[in-house]
């Protein structure tokens, strides 16, 4: 059986598309991704998100995202790399996508991926509407 991938639109994110679509607001622009390792719990396993998550249990780094790409209507594709040096030796665990705001948008949690120094990571995301 394939291990569940745990990916949470937050709760800001999606009271601020209600707003938008309610009041003729803005949204805000998806513009970094947060790497950190405080994702699953002592057996390795992930873990759950409710949505209502404003940081990474233990943040990393925070990076620009590298690009996006529409992969359906209502789904984009958020992409970002770590360089070879970037967090080398780190077990990364958990993602966010973060806004111009500073806030998460989307959350994941996984399994633990061990950042080799001699390695580009790539690291995607769908925000999926």
């Known amino acids: ?4 991938v745990l990916t ?3 709760a800001y994110a ?13 949204l805000t622009k998806v513009i970094k991704m947060a ?7 002592q057996a390795g396993k992930p873990l759950p998100l409710d949505g209502t998550e ?4 233990k ?11 529409f992969i359906a209507p209502a789904t984009i594709r958020y992409i970002c790399s770590l360089a070879e040096t970037e967090l080398a030796g780190e077990t990364i665990n958990e993602l966010a996508l973060v806004d111009s705001a500073g806030k998460l948008t989307v959350v994941r949690t996984m399994s633990n991926k ?10 995607e995301i ?3 509407y």
């Open 59 to 69: 943040e990393l780094i925070q990076k620009d995202i590298t690009s996006y790409e």
């Open 8 to 10: 949470i639109t937050t």
């Open 14 to 26: 999606r009271e601020q598309m209600a707003r938008a679509r309610s009041e003729g607001g803005t």
């Open 126 to 128: 769908d925000d999926i």
């Open 114 to 123: 061990v950042k080799d120094g001699d390695m580009e990571f790539i690291f």
């Open 1 to 4: 059986m394939a291990e569940q």
């Open 35 to 41: 790497f950190g390792s405080g994702g699953v719990d």
């Open 54 to 57: 404003q940081a990474l249990k």
